[in-house]
């Protein structure tokens, strides 16, 4: 049976020990969440001995199970000061689950703050390596120098940004080709992992015990279900939108819907969007090498593929991957019209070890500020190489992410919920993803309750993005992200699975054939809203309340082109959501 | 009758307005935190145009009552985002008073964040004069230059720090030789001015029709009873302690008492107390001018007189005053143990516009983090005259603050609450002030509720400092200084008549001279916990629960040398403080 393998890095001691029966069923972000919910005082330092880093693969992961490669990192945010949890794909959750670990639990905090580790992981045990080379460096050296010595593993690490416990540092983990693109990169995560003096997991699975899996034939009918479904769906099937265009696909489509915030959420258009948009991506990647354009896959085993691979214009490779979320907050939010500068942008915070959200907002807030000008790619590029990573008076303003920039440059028009920016969905546009935002237990959040499938996409039903009523949505959303987010598959499942009935049933069978339940498609809302329970609780604990689930003031006073609306959803319908 | 003076600074209008009934029978604090509680948005932006900043004199302010020339600054703090009231001796009291205004409400916001006013008050009206020639300057110069234009005038103004809304400015009021030497430090109220565009107000009372006092002859009695007090009490009688060694007479106390912070708190004891403690301090400037070395009033009219003036070593003057807290901010919690070193630190807090409490924290945390050694004087001058008053982005950290500057460089040993720094009173030493730091409305701050009176002063009775059970002291504190911050009174009166009846009859009968109501001792405790109520309820709309009312984490594991205590007053003793 798998177990929690609990790290204390005060003396330097790893343990591993059965997995306690309030643990049992959880995977991914419900374990994350359970555990720190369970075992981290709300009120402590999010960078001191009491915090906790928590990493869970999913409940599937490390199967047989399509697009299941989801690694969960938990425990309370620097950024936030709430609960959280950020995933990611890449290699680790995989190899994790296949040694028989259900969670690391990282605790406690060395003496001396300068002195970073290795932690790897092997079928025979936790080694502690020093990691003195390793200290300052980027993540893509990092990535390379421990391939080199420790064979194909998987790579979490931190980049310099985590090391100094900037806010708006990501854990990185590395893909099939150790490329150090793959970020679960929101609320400043980097900064926790920084401040157990790890520098980097590297996972060997080889000779590992594999997953067990409880009732095979129920695993195996649903991972049929789910993967027929994916494979059917517009969205997820090959040549579908994301295999095709990646996510940044949406580009075109929320520009059109005046949803795409645009030089710091001044405008819901951005009128070099046709330049940025997954159409223009694909096309030049095929004038230059063709290669990766499309039908790349973050991790093994994903069937929905929609990474991509950049290049220069030489043809050679630069980085991967041009998500829809980095390209418009380094892009659009910046008023930054070129994708060659945009991957510049990508490349730089992925080396660093920074949330390509956070950073893009930040940067707009430093823009309005003064600090430099909209569109400035050239001195975007030398505040993130020269500035953060050099860990400047400067660089350690902007390392802190979009708030913190605000207070010091006295900038009021900060979009932000809880301390972590908005991403790239305009709530004045789109109210319900505003509700979302507002209400998250994780700060502002697009995959937290992604209400832009049913409201733009038309993907589970339809909704009027301008209608003010999303209280339900919003939480019915919440609810089934929190239960996805814990299986370990993709959240772009949850396009197929929200048209295609089979597709559920599939998704909730494959979890209960490995754990041995008897859920249905019934348990979906009522686990979910469990894992939301006990994150509302924590944060309840640490202080937050519902003057909290607010967006910002001059959201609701300051009118957004082109469709010129406030967010004017009432406070009775934000505090509605929690409700439950 | 007085008015309200209602100044709008979106359209530059200024309007007086009848107080209407519920603002009627309050002053300072009570009316600035009434008028905030009552017109600002809790969850509004403190920089934003929905803040307000109220400025209110006490009920006694403007007449013949004895040391009562304290001006009550409130509205929503930046620094805390809770309510702030913070009050300042100097001119502007009673000349405000006598104008027959009870307080001045600044509301809106210009356009343009970078131009800046001069709002001139007199008996004709209120003028906005452009402040163009003042932007920028420190306010040693602002108060020359508006002396030399307007008069010996009242000045109420900020520094550069409050231009660059940084969160730890504070707002200046002159005195009667029109040094920039009288603060409304805590909280970054001098922010809120800037974000209205005020660079200064002056006060000219000339033909003022003066404060009305409804019943005299009470009045005359109640002003008797307290000067009497005052001039029997040994703390605050010609010749006391306070008048002989001003306030910093408290270093050697606390010193001894094992309370006097030290290095970020890292220490109660400082072993260079003996060359900063008020006995240090007279004999120097007696040996230096002989002049200003005690007996010195912060404003007309003052019976304690505990101020000085502090001159070069060539016996020019150098600047006023030198307080317990800023000698103790900017000297043992930075270890600096050279009273010239700390004129100088506190002559450029005065100029810059910064709270010397906010500075000399932020500047200890600074050295914690390995930005500057502690002790070092030169550096920290450097950082305040070159970074801060420069606004370049390591001066946009420190002059935020303690917690932003801890952020920005990774410290977790931050000693704040809610946002702002400790001052002079160490809480694992002195239980009681550790309490009222947590659970005060406004953030760590020894004025709110002073035990210190009874744990090591043996003033108001006598209480053991190691002992936990401090919520009802606290609570008493708490609610009676509410009481008195909103007289006008300076909180000093308060040693007096904690031991002397016929004191506390005094000034109660003097305020309900003035107002012509029928209040009586007993009416101490219940208005204040009114104040306290309606500052809670602002601060729990606002988003504060009881997981705000705590110390920070490390105070409760770090035991403090050199008793070796920690923080170990139980939550539930912290949690009934409010339980009322």
């Known amino acids: 049976m798998a177990k929690l393998l609990r790290v204390n890095m005060t003396d330097l001691k790893a343990t591993y020990e059965e997995v306690p029966e309030v643990y049992r069923y959880w995977g991914g972000r419900g374990l994350t969440s359970m555990i720190t919910s369970r075992e981290v005082p709300p009120t402590c330092h999010p960078l001191g001995p009491s915090n906790k880093l928590v990493i869970a693969p999913g409940i599937v992961s490390g199967t047989a199970a399509p ?7 938990g425990g309370k945010s620097p950024l936030t000061g709430t609960i959280k949890e950020t995933n990611a794909g890449g290699l680790s959750s995989q190899k994790i689950a296949r040694l028989g670990i259900k969670a690391i639990v990282i605790e406690g905090q060395p003496k001396d703050p300068t002195k970073y580790w290795v932690l790897k992981i092997t079928k025979d045990g936790t080694e502690f390596l020093p990691a003195d080379d390793l200290v300052g460096k980027g993540m893509y050296e990092v990535c390379q120098r421990l391939w080199e010595k420790h064979g194909k593993v998987a790579v979490i690490g931190i980049g310099p940004a985590g090391e100094m416990r900037m806010t708006a540092a990501g854990i990185c ?28 997991i590297v996972i060997d699975d080889t000779g590992g015990p594999g997953v067990e899996i409880v009732n095979k034939e129920l695993f195996e009918r649903g991972i049929k279900k789910l993967t027929d479904a994916s494979l059917k769906h517009d969205v997820t099937k090959k040549g579908g ?17 005046g949803g795409y915030p645009t030089r710091n959420f001044s405008s819901g258009r951005f009128e070099l969007t046709h330049k940025i948009s997954g159409e223009a991506k694909v096309e030049i990647i095929k004038q230059r090498n063709g290669e990766g354009a499309t039908g790349h896959p973050c991790h093994p085993g994903c069937i929905i593929q929609c990474s991509d691979r950049w290049p220069n214009p030489d043809g050679t490779f630069k980085v991967s991957v041009m998500e829809y979320e980095s390209v418009w907050a380094l892009g659009a939010n910046c008023g930054i019209g070129d994708l060659d500068d945009i991957a510049d942008l990508i490349w730089l915070c992925n080396d660093i070890g920074l949330d390509t959200i956070e950073m893009g907002g930040t940067l707009a807030v430093a ?5 430099l000008s909209f569109g400035d790619a050239k001195e975007a590029k030398r505040l993130l190489d020269e500035e953060i990573r050099k860990g400047t008076p400067l660089g350690r303003i902007l390392g802190n992410g979009a708030v913190f920039t605000g207070r010091a440059f006295g900038v009021t028009r900060v979009p932000a919920v809880k301390g972590q920016n908005m991403p790239a969905y305009e709530p004045r546009a789109v109210k319900g993803i505003g509700v979302t935002y507002a209400t998250s237990t994780m700060g502002a959040d697009h995959t937290a309750g992604y209400t832009i499938a049913p409201e733009i996409l038309g993907v589970g039903g339809k909704a009027d993005p301008f209608a003010v009523q999303k209280a339900e949505l919003s939480r019915n959303f919440q609810a089934s992200t929190a239960f996805i987010d814990s299986t370990g598959y993709c959240l772009f499942d949850a396009f197929a699975v929200l048209d295609i009935p089979e597709g559920l049933e599939g998704m909730v069978e494959s979890c209960a054939g490995v754990l041995g339940t008897n859920w249905t498609v019934n348990d979906i809302l009522p686990l979910g809203l469990q894992i939301l329970k006990a994150e509302r609780q924590f944060n309840e604990a640490a202080g937050f309340t519902k003057a909290h689930d607010r967006l910002p003031e001059f959201m609701t006073r300051e009118p957004l082109p082109p469709h010129n609306t406030v967010f004017d959803v009432p406070e009775e319908v934000l505090d509605e959501v929690y409700n439950f």
Chains 1, 2 share one sequence.
């Open 67 to 73: 697009t299941s490669g989801r690694t969960s990192f």
């Open 173 to 200: 983990v590395n893909d099939q080709e150790n490329t150090a693109g793959r970020y679960a990169g929101r609320g400043g995560m980097g900064a926790v992992m920084g401040s157990k003096g790890i520098k980097a």
């Open 241 to 257: 939108a994301l295999n095709t265009y990646g996510t940044n696909v949406l580009a075109n489509i929320m520009n059109e819907a």
């Open 367 to 371: 823009m309005e500020g003064g600090l």
